[in-house]
T-cell receptor, first 115, second 111 residues
Framework: EPEVTQTPSHQVTQMGQEVILRCVPI?????FYWYRQILGQKVEFLVS????????KSEIFDDQFSVERPDGSNFTLKIRSTKLEDSAMYFC?????????????FGPGTRLLVL | GNSVTQMEGPVTLSEEAFLTINCTYT??????LFWYVQYPGEGLQLLLK?????DKGSNKGFEATYRKETTSFHLEKGSVQVSDSAVYFC??????????FGSGTRLSIRP
C-alpha cells in the first residue's frame, strides 16, 4: 500500500539554525500539507500546497517557514532560524483531491528538538 | 470557528471490554469526520471516516456514526485488544485544505 514517508525521523538542532524536513508524498497525490504537534498538545495545521503554490496557511506559518516541491517527488518544510518553541513532531500529509470530504494520508513524522 | 472536542484520557480498560471515546464537533457546512490513530512510535493512520449525516464509518472492529442532531462522532468497539493501545484523534475537514484535530485520547488495554 502506498504511503507517505518522511526524513529524518529525528532531528536535533541548535536555536537559530536552519532545518529542512523532507517528505515524499504518495505518488499520484497532488495536494500536500504540513502539520505539527507540540508535545502534549493538539495536531495543528501549518500549510497546504498545490501546483507549486501555498493554498492555505495558518497563523503559525510565519516568515520563518517556507515550503517547496524541489522535484517531482519531494516536498520540504524549511525553518530558517529555529526557536525553542519550534520543538515538535512535524507531520507531512498528502491527498489525491481537495475538499471538506477528502482524506489526507499522513507520514510517520519528524521529531524536531531545538536546543 | 470549527472545532473538535473529545474526551480526555488516559482511558484504561481490560482486554475484551467495550470502548467508547466521545467526540463532539462544531462546524459550518458538511465536513467529513475522521478518526485517526497513532500507535506508539508511529505516525497518524486513518482509522475510519464518515462523509455525511447518519453515515457509519467502520474498520478493524471500530465504528463511529456521524450524528448531525447531536453533533457527535463517538468511537466504539465491542471488544478491545491489547494491540488497540494507542492515541485516538477525532478530526473534521474544516476547509478545502485543512483538517482540525481534537486533543487526542490515549487508550491503554490491560491483558
Amino acid at each position: 500500500e502506498p504511503e507517505v514517508t518522511q526524513t529524518p525521523s529525528h532531528q536535533v538542532t541548535q536555536m537559530g539554525q536552519e532545518v529542512i524536513l523532507r517528505c515524499v508524498p504518495i505518488s499520484n497525490h497532488l495536494y500536500f500539507y504540513w502539520y505539527r504537534q507540540i508535545l502534549g498538545q493538539k495536531v495543528e495545521f501549518l500549510v497546504s500546497f498545490y501546483n507549486n503554490e501555498i493554498s492555505e496557511k495558518s497563523e503559525i506559518f510565519d516568515d520563518q517557514f517556507s515550503v517547496e516541491r524541489p522535484d517531482g517527488s519531494n516536498f520540504t518544510l524549511k525553518i530558517r532560524s529555529t526557536k525553542l518553541e519550534d520543538s515538535a513532531m512535524y507531520f507531512c500529509a498528502s491527498s489525491e483531491m481537495t475538499g471538506l470530504q477528502e482524506t489526507q494520508y499522513f507520514g510517520p513524522g519528524t521529531r524536531l528538538l531545538v536546543l | 470557528g470549527n472545532s473538535v472536542t473529545q474526551m480526555e484520557g488516559p482511558v484504561t480498560l481490560s482486554e475484551e471490554a467495550f470502548l467508547t471515546i466521545n467526540c463532539t464537533y462544531t462546524a459550518t457546512g458538511y465536513p467529513s469526520l475522521f478518526w485517526y490513530v497513532q500507535y506508539p512510535g508511529e505516525g497518524l493512520q486513518l482509522l475510519l471516516k464518515a462523509t455525511k449525516a447518519d453515515d457509519k464509518g467502520s474498520n478493524k472492529g471500530f465504528e463511529a456514526t456521524y450524528r448531525k442532531e447531536t453533533t457527535s462522532f463517538h468511537l466504539e468497539k465491542g471488544s478491545v485488544q491489547v494491540s488497540d493501545s494507542a492515541v485516538y484523534f477525532c478530526a473534521l475537514g474544516s476547509s478545502a485544505s485543512k483538517i482540525i484535530f481534537g486533543s487526542g485520547t490515549r487508550l491503554s488495554i490491560r491483558p
